[in-house]
């Protein structure tokens, strides 16, 4: 936060927030924005909140403003007007958008701030549009990107942008804030997260999930695993997720067998340890690679059941070869 508010002094015209998922890169960005465009910011830049500009920024309203998000991320899985599933990427016409904004003066005759997230849902003819803008911005017009994955942003983007990588909170930190948010186990939170606290928060719902603890109850003996049954039970919950589940107990069965580490599952440690015996490790690395493809075909799998038998059978025939 200090380090952002130099900017302040030496104005820029492209900010990249770059980070894991989950850590607060977006909540960062708007923070920031609001500060920029507040009255009357305190000494450490942070927004008031009661001048009139704050209360624009808070209900969604304010003149010098503008976020770009996916639909999906705007409606909250609600339906669009036409019946369909909300978009995941960023549109070309959303960019394009920008210049009704970009060519109107400062309503407060000072800052414009646009917030992309995440900066990578642009598709390649949004990206291009985007950098159009960010080549020949007007005076005070500052984008943010904040992306979880910039390796996926074009090189003329990055190199317009000023990069500021954001790391994870440390562990005690996060489970301290996570033991305030209400989470029962913020130890097991945190590590199914991948260390990142506000996906922590999400993933709490699911540690105790019947589903959840049905696949791990399955894996854990990849011989008696009822593939047709597992996946029948496992349905209803989104295909991303379950492979998701099965990444995070791979990985912590490689950990294990070449370093005697988990990262995902601290409470497995007897189980995964006794599993891993007898698997050769590159079946374990197969198991990574696939995975990989899958989560990617999980994205537009047609036939859900039919995915995750043939998941569940990649996993027991890998783990018993």
């Not at 067998?257 to 007897?270: C, D, V």
């Not at 590159?282 to 990989?292: D, G, H, I, K, P």
Request: some cysteine; glycine content about 6%.
């Amino acid at each position: 936060w200090m380090r952002l508010q130099e900017l302040r002094k030496r104005p820029t015209h492209g900010l990249l927030f770059k980070g894991n998922k989950g850590i607060g890169k977006f909540d960062l960005a708007m923070n920031f924005a609001q500060g920029l465009l507040c009255r009357h910011p305190d000494e450490a830049g942070f927004a008031c909140g009661q001048c009139p500009s704050c209360h624009w920024f808070s209900q969604g309203s304010h003149p010098d403003f503008c976020l770009l998000q996916p639909e999906a991320l705007s409606l909250e899985g609600e339906e669009t007007e036409s019946g369909k599933k909300p978009s995941k990427q960023i549109s070309v016409d959303q960019v394009r958008g920008l210049a009704d904004f970009s060519g109107m003066s400062a309503h407060q005759g000072g800052r414009r701030v646009v917030v992309i997230h995440p900066a990578e849902a642009m598709n390649t003819n949004a990206a291009n549009a985007l950098l159009k803008n960010l080549e020949e911005p007007p005076p005070g017009l500052l984008f943010i990107l904040v992306s979880h994955k910039p390796q996926q942003l074009l090189p003329t983007i990055l190199s317009r942008c000023l990069s500021f990588a954001l790391p994870a909170p440390d562990a005690e930190s996060a489970m301290r804030w996570l033991a305030q948010q209400g989470v029962k186990d913020p130890a097991e939170a945190l590590a199914a997260s991948g260390f990142a606290p506000l996906q922590a928060v999400q993933l709490d719902e699911q540690l105790g999930s019947e589903e959840r603890d049905k696949l791990l109850r399955a894996v854990r003996q990849p011989a008696a695993l009822d593939v047709f049954a597992l996946a029948e039970a496992l349905q209803k919950t989104e295909q991303v997720v379950v492979v998701q589940w099965l990444q995070q107990w791979s990985y912590d069965l490689s950990a294990m067998k070449l370093a005697g580490k988990l990262r995902y599952h601290p409470g497995e440690e007897a189980a995964i340890r006794k599993l891993v015996e007898s698997v050769a490790p590159l079946n374990l690395a197969r198991l990574q690679s696939y995975l990989q493809g899958a989560k990617r075909e999980a994205q537009h799998t047609l036939n859900p059941k039919l995915f995750l038998e043939s998941l569940l059978f990649s996993y027991r025939q890998l783990m018993l070869h």
